[in-house]
C-alpha cells in the first residue's frame, strides 16, 4: 500500500471507507478542495467530525512539507524522498530566498 501512494497508484483497498478516504485525501492534495459528490458522500458515510479531521491533518503535513523544503541537505532529500507530490518550492509570489551556509 505504501509503494502504491508513494508512487502515486491507487493502493488496493479492503474496506469501501478506505477507498473514500483516500479519494478525499487525494482530492485535497490535488486541487486544495473537495467536488460537492466527494463531500457529499463523505459526510453521509463518514461523518462531519471525520472530514473536519481529515482536512486538517492533509493541511499540517502539507504546511510541514513546504516548511522542510526550506531546508537543503538531508532534511530537502527527505522531504522530497518521503513526502512526494505535496508542494514543492516556494509558493508563487513568495518573497522567499534560500539561506546561504
Same mark, same amino acid.
Given at each position: 500500500?505504501?509503494?502504491?501512494?508513494?508512487?502515486?497508484?491507487?493502493?488496493?483497498?479492503?474496506?469501501?471507507?478506505?477507498? +473514500? #478516504?483516500?479519494?478525499?485525501?487525494?482530492?485535497?492534495?490535488?486541487?486544495?478542495? +473537495?467536488?460537492?459528490?466527494?463531500?457529499? @458522500?463523505?459526510?453521509?458515510?463518514?461523518? @462531519?467530525?471525520?472530514? #473536519? @479531521?481529515?482536512?486538517?491533518? #492533509?493541511?499540517?503535513?502539507?504546511?510541514?512539507?513546504?516548511?522542510? @523544503?526550506?531546508?537543503?541537505?538531508?532534511?530537502?532529500?527527505?522531504?522530497?524522498?518521503? +513526502?512526494?507530490?505535496?508542494?514543492?518550492?516556494?509558493?508563487?509570489?513568495?518573497?522567499?530566498?534560500? #539561506?546561504?551556509?
Amino acid at each position: 500500500m505504501i509503494k502504491a501512494i508513494r508512487t502515486g497508484a491507487t493502493p488496493s483497498f479492503t474496506v469501501t471507507d478506505q477507498v +473514500l #478516504v483516500h479519494r478525499v485525501v487525494t482530492e485535497l492534495i490535488d486541487t486544495k478542495r +473537495l467536488t460537492d459528490v466527494t463531500f457529499a @458522500e463523505a459526510i453521509a458515510r463518514l461523518g @462531519e467530525q471525520a472530514i #473536519v @479531521e481529515l482536512g486538517t491533518i #492533509v493541511g499540517y503535513y502539507t504546511a510541514y512539507r513546504k516548511r522542510a @523544503e526550506r531546508f537543503s541537505g538531508a532534511a530537502a532529500g527527505w522531504c522530497a524522498a518521503t +513526502l512526494p507530490g505535496i508542494g514543492t518550492g516556494p509558493p508563487r509570489g513568495s518573497h522567499w530566498r534560500p #539561506v546561504s551556509p
